[in-house]
């Protein structure tokens, strides 16, 4: 490959996501992801709204909705800590949301740890929820919490080290979004994000569950909530984003199963499953980092636009 031809790859690996979003911003204004309830979006581990007035968890997600007529709200939660802790934060925003604003219900949009706690909240209040999609979300455990369990055993020095520096990048992201210093605790995150874990949670709050091994479950759960999935199956995908080595090395937790780096392809499946190997790594699936993906992959936007527009065809 000549250098003209690799200078011109590497500007389209650039440019694409960006091509795109713009695209969606000059045609869209026809109301097609008018939703009935808003949409709100639910954060990851080590997640956040925004980081320092211009670091975008969801990237241009939140706009590419708008364009298309939905009402969208970020979750603010705490970025360590377990789904009961961090789903009485959700509810208590969603409390406030009916009361500024008299919203009935909402449509969850949950990336990552943040599917366990939608799904928590849909369990315990789902007289706020309308519906919860899960974004590569481990609702099956995942192989790489289980990983940390046996390389960093229970009273390990290795394993206080690797809490330490976790708990002090939970604290650094609290206070860099605005929420201030909150007690972080990666230990109890990641074990409760171990397959043995997620089995019991899901036997906890098991509307939605697959009825089978790699299944889908049933849209609607018993608590009349709508449940939806989605993930992927890329690791590295776009060789300009740091963030692929990273997943690159969780992936190796894996073995032979088909992952997005954190999460593996049967593990994200919730509800009815809209599709589970979309060419994204667990970054991808919020348009991480600075949108860099693979070339001519799905524009996650896109992709939660055409859910909004389902939820929307479904009265919702």
């Given at each position: ?273 809209l599709r589970d190997d979309y060419p994204w790594n667990h970054l991808d699936a919020v348009n991480q980092i600075f949108g860099l ?13 055409a859910q909004a527009n389902r939820l929307k065809q479904s009265g919702l």
């Amino acid at each position: 490959m000549n250098k003209h031809l690799a200078r011109m790859v590497v500007w389209l690996a650039l440019l694409c996501p960006a091509m795109s979003a713009m695209a969606i911003t000059a045609t869209t204004t026809d109301g097609y992801a008018r939703t009935r309830f808003p949409i709100v979006l639910v954060p990851g581990s080590f997640g956040f709204d925004m980081l320092l007035g211009f670091i975008d968890y969801w990237s241009d997600i939140p706009q590419q909705l708008r364009q298309g007529g939905a009402e969208v709200y970020l979750a603010r939660l705490n970025p360590l800590a377990v789904n009961p802790a961090r789903g009485e934060q959700l509810i208590s925003q969603l409390e406030n949301l009916q009361a500024v604003y008299g919203y009935r219900r909402f449509n969850l949009y949950a990336h990552s740890q943040g599917g366990l706690t939608a799904r928590y909240v849909a369990a315990v209040r789902p007289d706020l929820v309308a519906s919860v999609t899960t974004l590569s979300a481990p609702n099956g455990g995942s192989l790489f919490a289980d990983g940390n369990t046996v390389l960093a055993p229970p009273g390990s020095l290795q394993r206080r080290i690797l809490a330490a520096i976790s708990d002090l990048g939970g604290e650094l992201i609290s206070i860099a979004s605005g929420q201030g210093l909150q007690t972080e605790d990666w230990l109890a995150v990641n074990a409760s994000m171990t397959t043995a874990a997620m089995t019991r949670f899901n036997a906890l709050y098991p509307a939605g569950a697959p009825g089978r091994p790699c299944g889908g479950g049933p849209e609607v759960g018993a608590n009349g909530v709508r449940y939806y999935s989605l993930g992927g199956t890329a690791v590295l995908t776009n060789p300009l984003d740091p963030s692929d080595d990273g997943m690159v090395l969780t992936s190796l937790f894996f073995g032979s199963v088909r992952n997005d780096g954190l999460v593996g392809k049967c593990a994200s499946h919730w509800g009815e499953v809209l599709r589970d190997d979309y060419p994204w790594n667990h970054l991808d699936a919020v348009n991480q980092i600075f949108g860099l993906r693979a070339l001519f992959s799905p524009d996650p936007g896109e992709v939660y636009r055409a859910q909004a527009n389902r939820l929307k065809q479904s009265g919702l």
